[in-house]
């Protein structure tokens, strides 16, 4: 018998991991970020979006006649005391609280969607925001008929009471959806019972208390930027100032665990202290973010599956995704304020209503890709 010819294999090509170490790097220090022209482009663009969606958000969110022109003139330090305080005083803390909770949002959503690896794991679905609801409602309530709570401590009071109880709802499941590491399957299942589970608790501290605090806190609820102001925006954009360089910096964390624990460790990542704290870093965005606007449904699990679609990325990419969420956020806000007119929507209740169809379509798809 002749022995069997021998095929001749074709060289395999490295993986796709190993191209991704070929790019070139840019690097800031000791800090490098691996070089994606055509994330770079999307960057770009929606910043380009995000600069016009601001631009139009100081030109007309009410019925003041302050045109393109006054506002061009206000920004350049003209304009006349009325239009100078409308631009400065009403419009600009509204756009500016927008756009950083919108970012907020984004990042905190593509964080958690890339620890997760599943596109539907978002502040939402885990019941962080509905958490951080819990701490700003009791908050109402207590200042209120029910509670003793006034001057400082009611001013100061919600957006503390939104962050610790956003950070208790995420110690929670995060908790009570760790063995040996978090998988994407109970961490969804966990969230949405917290979710459930806060939500309610919300609804019965709003049928506890008196009419008037009743109301302020649906109005809060429903996330709305109608009573943005300076103190808000300062407040948020302090705060971001620190926590949105943390999480940019923690991509190369990001992107390792992207490729699986096994390969994570293999380049000298601490995998469960990387995952705590980018865990962490997210429930602080949304804590951040929900303290300043009330909880403002789906930007962060919309945001970062369109930035990682439009980067042709592996997992969403943090930057644009930021990027996205805020000019997401402030689109949507001029269009509940502009398509009902002169009534203006929450941008809360817009978000929802466009996000919940997405939302269904993210676990159809998601299905398909298990039966595939």
Do not use: K
């Not at 509204?94 to 690896?117: F, K, M, P, Y």
């Not at 409602?137 to 200042?143: E, H, M, S, W, Y």
């Not at 929900?290 to 930007?299: D, E, L, M, Q």
Request: net charge positive.
């Amino acid at each position: 018998m002749s022995a069997p010819a021998r095929t001749r294999r074709s060289p395999a090509r490295p993986p796709r991991s190993a191209d991704a170490l070929n790019r070139p790097a840019l690097r800031i220090g000791p800090a490098s970020w691996p070089w994606r022209p055509r994330a770079a482009l999307v960057c770009l663009a929606v910043t380009v979006l995000l600069a016009a969606a601001f631009l139009r958000a100081l030109v007309a969110f009410d019925s003041a006649d302050v045109g393109l022109a006054e506002v061009t003139a206000v920004l350049l330090g003209g304009g006349d005391p009325g239009q100078r305080f409308i631009v400065w005083e009403l419009r600009m803390p509204r756009a500016l609280t927008g756009a950083l909770v919108g970012a907020a949002l984004g990042l905190s959503g593509a964080i958690l969607q890339s620890v997760a690896r599943n596109p539907l794991a978002s502040p939402d679905t885990l019941g962080i925001g509905w958490g951080a609801a819990i701490g700003a409602v009791a908050v109402i309530v207590l200042g209120g008929s029910a509670g003793g709570v006034s001057g400082a401590a009611a001013q100061f009071g919600v957006p503390a009471g939104a962050i610790a109880g956003g950070l208790a709802a995420a110690l929670a499941v995060f908790g009570l959806s760790w063995r040996s590491g978090v998988h994407s399957n109970r961490l969804l299942l966990v969230g949405i019972a917290v979710s459930l589970t806060c939500a309610n608790l919300v609804y019965w501290l709003m049928t506890w208390t008196d009419l008037d605090s009743a109301a302020r806190a649906q109005t809060w609820v429903t996330g709305s930027l109608h009573a943005a102001d300076w103190d808000r925006a300062g407040a948020a954009a302090v705060t971001l100032a620190v926590l949105i360089p943390a999480a940019l910096a923690a991509g190369r964390a990001l992107g390792a665990l992207g490729l699986g624990d096994d390969a994570a460790r293999g380049l000298g990542v601490r995998v469960d202290a990387a995952r705590l704290v980018l865990l962490a870093v997210s429930a602080l965005l949304v804590c951040v973010a929900t303290s300043a606007a009330g909880p403002i449904n789906f930007v962060a699990l919309a945001a970062p599956q369109i930035a990682m679609r439009l980067c042709r990325a592996a997992q969403p990419p943090p930057a644009a995704s930021m990027l996205l969420g805020g000019a997401l956020t402030l689109v949507a806000d001029q269009l509940a304020a502009g398509l009902f007119a002169p009534t203006q929507l929450p941008v809360g209740v817009f978000t929802a209503v466009l996000g919940a169809p997405y939302l269904m379509y993210l676990i159809v798809l998601r299905h398909r890709e298990a039966r595939l």
